[in-house]
């Protein structure tokens, strides 16, 4: 014994990730398959769809080929070849959006080998997520069984932590799992100061500004790059070389993609806020803890806030219990552009309906809650013109559930993206039914 535990004391390192490979790769739980693309039409008839966009279809009939939508309604032509599908007594809902994840990056948190969410060095915008995720993981199939079919993979650390991706929670690479790369550049508001007296001679809020005025350091090369690299091969002007940093801020500069700033407490959010008006960017604060007591003041800037924590504790002993459980309902009532996100947890995901159905019980509209996981998101990010309703043209990433898919009673019994029918037995169902089983068989031998 003496022999084994030295021999794990010297490489401990190569036994984590022996048993990192056994817990990923252990054949007692199901490998879920990939899907093929879509082979012919298929047209869900009889049910109830929920276009989010135009309205509820009773009794109703969606049609898809080629992974597109091509008709919604109560009397629609059906191809002659089509596959139909009676889904009498059912719901039809779009796939659920998780806007801000760590699908695909984050496995086992005992095991930095399985996270992969941080680069070296403070301002990485040429990182791209979706090159990173990974298409095994075993928290895909558990979200996709509570209805999320896309996420928002985002990176972390540093100032600028890199590009965030969309992805479809399908595929055998990253490559098909990618619906949009480059969705939104990630930037980590810094952290001010805090109300307790500062040491004598000691400035708190120097560090603050500090790091504020790098950050504005950053987008003034950015801005001096794009116009010198426009200028390259004019009568006069140098040749420039390509720097992937800066030119993967071009977008950004250009606002084309927004700028997703984390930022909870109250002063990041207002200094956010004057900062991307200064840089002429698109804005939208994720996190924003602090943002119902600012919730005019997005509304008229139109600033959109990513919530990613409905069901929380308060941050501080004097605000009510219900602060982030009515947040969202806040925000709706002031007029703020907003979608519920799964707190970034990629274990967690399938969680991500259970945020927005709290978020029901305090204040915030059904409807609305619908479409702060579907709708909303993909509007805030540029997806809706693939994802978010249920309309002729829109990607085939739906969801068919008992009933509402915010409710716990609700069942989402099959998906499909981009039209492909999805392997629904995840990693969690089968070991309900093995550990079913074994109650089964532990009462048969009790009762003889």
């Known amino acids: 014994m003496r022999k084994i535990a030295s021999l794990l004391r010297r490489s401990g390192r ?22 093929a693309p879509q082979s012919r039409a298929v047209a869900l008839t009889g049910g109830t769809i929920h276009t989010i966009t135009q309205g509820v279809v009773q009794n109703g009939t969606i049609v898809f080929e ?21 889904i009498s007594g059912r719901h039809v809902y779009p796939g659920l959006i998780d806007a801000y994840s760590h699908m695909g990056l984050y496995e ?44 928002v993979s985002s990176p972390e650390g540093g100032l600028i932590s890199g590009l965030a991706a969309a992805m479809m929670l399908d595929g055998w690479t990253w490559e098909q799992m990618t619906l949009k790369g480059g969705a939104g550049l990630i930037v980590q508001w810094p952290s001010p100061p805090s109300p307790a007296p500062a040491r004598q001679g000691a400035d708190p809020d120097a560090r603050y500004q500090r790091e504020i005025g790098e950050l504005r350091d950053v987008f003034a090369a950015a801005r001096a790059y794009r116009t010198a690299h426009a200028a390259a091969g004019q009568r006069g002007s140098p040749r420039h070389n390509t720097d992937s940093r800066w030119e993967a801020m071009i977008p950004v500069l250009d606002a ?23 840089e002429g960017v698109r804005l939208v604060i994720r996190g924003g803890r602090d943002a119902g007591y ?19 504790a308060p941050a501080r002993q004097w605000e009510p219990y ?8 806040r925000l709706h009532a002031a007029g703020v552009r907003f979608a519920i996100t799964g707190g970034g947890s990629a274990p967690y995901a399938y969680r991500l309906p259970q945020e927005a159905g709290a978020a029901i019980a305090f204040g915030l509209p059904a409807d609305e809650a619908l479409k702060a996981v579907t709708l909303y998101p993909a509007q ?11 309309q002729p043209g829109r990607d085939a990433t739906l969801i068919i559930t008992t009933g509402d898919p915010l409710e716990y009673s609700s069942t989402v019994q099959q998906a499909y993206i981009e039209g492909r029918k999805i392997d629904m037995r995840d990693a969690q ?20």
């Open 380 to 390: 805030l990010l540029g997806l809706d013109d693939r994802v978010g309703s249920l």
């Open 108 to 151: 086992i948190g005992g095991f930095d080998q399985t996270i992969d969410l941080n680069e070296l060095g403070r301002i990485n915008p040429n990182v791209r997520a979706e090159v990173a995720v990974n298409p095994e993981s075993r928290h895909i199939g558990v979200a996709r069984s509570s209805g999320v079919l896309v996420t």
């Open 322 to 329: 219900d602060a982030a459980y009515s947040l969202p309902a």
């Open 14 to 35: 190569q036994v984590s990730l022996l048993l990192v490979i056994a817990l990923t790769a252990s054949p007692a739980v199901y490998a879920q398959v990939p899907a």
């Open 429 to 448: 169902r089968q070991l309900f039914e093995k550990y079913r089983e074994k109650v089964r068989q532990t009462t048969s031998t009790s009762n003889r």
């Open 294 to 312: 600012v919730a005019d003041h997005l509304a008229r800037k139109q600033i959109p806030v990513l919530v990613t924590a409905v069901l929380n």
């Open 66 to 86: 080629h992974g597109k939508i091509t008709a919604v309604g109560a009397n629609v032509p059906i191809p002659a070849d089509a596959e139909r599908v009676d």
């Open 256 to 278: 084309r993609i927004p700028v997703i700033v984390n930022a909870n407490e109250l002063r990041q959010i207002q200094d956010a806020i004057t900062w991307a008006e200064e």
